[in-house]
Each structure stands twice: as structure tokens, then as C-alpha cells.
């Protein structure tokens, strides 16, 4: 399987920013669609942002329209996060997945993927 390895979580105070990493070995992100999913605790994985490695189409929650930016450094094999006015509510753990889905409008399901990382941390204080 391809290895995803995400970096970049902490904590943080309110109205911060951070901005994640997520780095694939082994194969390259041509090709493939790469999401972020959030998990907070208690509660089930749910859909973050979008990137279509090859033609540069994203897509976001509505939670974080305007304060998220999910991005793509060919070069480095590495796809980022950049995460402002954060909120408490954003308090979860972060999964980079990669995947084909089948059609665009599953880029926002969980079991559309077929690789993940390991998560990262990211604690929202008020």
C-alpha cells in the first residue's frame, strides 16, 4: 500500500493558523485524488477538503469554506492544509486519504479512499 505520512498538528489558541503536511513514499500523487478528514472524539470520520493531483480541482466543507486552503507541491510528492481562524470545533484528529472515486460527487466519502495516514493532531483552545 502507499505510505502517507501527515505532519504539522499542535495546539493552538483560537483565531491561530497551522498549516499540515501530507507526504507520500513509495508512489507518486499523479493521478490520484488526495481529501483531509477530520475526526474528533466520539464521533465519526468526516470530509475536509479536496485536491485532484493531476488538474488542480478542489473541493471544501462548508465548515471551513474561506479559512482552509488544501494545496499541492509537485515537486515534494506533498499535499498541505493551510488551516486560519481556527476554532475550537476544529479540535480533531487530521487523515490525509488518497483514492480514485468513481465519481465526483463521492470526493467526499470516507470508503472512497484506499490509502491513509496515520493522523495528526490538532487541539483548538478558546
Known amino acids: 500500500q502507499m505510505q502517507l505520512v501527515e505532519s504539522g498538528g499542535g495546539l493552538v489558541q483560537a483565531g491561530d493558523s497551522l498549516s499540515l503536511s501530507c507526504a507520500a513514499s513509495?508512489?507518486?500523487?499523479?493521478?490520484?485524488?488526495v481529501a483531509w478528514f477530520l475526526q474528533a472524539p466520539g464521533k465519526e470520520r468526516e470530509f475536509v477538503a479536496c485536491?485532484?493531483?493531476?488538474?488542480?480541482?478542489?473541493l471544501y466543507a462548508d465548515s471551513v469554506k474561506g479559512r482552509f486552503t488544501v494545496s499541492r507541491a509537485n515537486a515534494k510528492n506533498t499535499v498541505y492544509l493551510q488551516m486560519s481562524s481556527l476554532k475550537p470545533e476544529d479540535t480533531a484528529v487530521y487523515y490525509c486519504?488518497?483514492?480514485?472515486?468513481?465519481?465526483?460527487?463521492?470526493?467526499?466519502?470516507?470508503?472512497?479512499?484506499?490509502?491513509w495516514g496515520q493522523g495528526t493532531q490538532v487541539t483548538v483552545s478558546s
Open positions: 485536491v485532484s493531483w493531476n488538474t488542480g480541482i478542489t
Open positions: 513509495g508512489r507518486t500523487f499523479s493521478s490520484y485524488t
Open positions: 486519504a488518497v483514492g480514485r472515486p468513481g465519481y465526483t460527487s463521492r470526493r467526499q466519502w470516507a470508503n472512497e479512499y484506499d490509502y
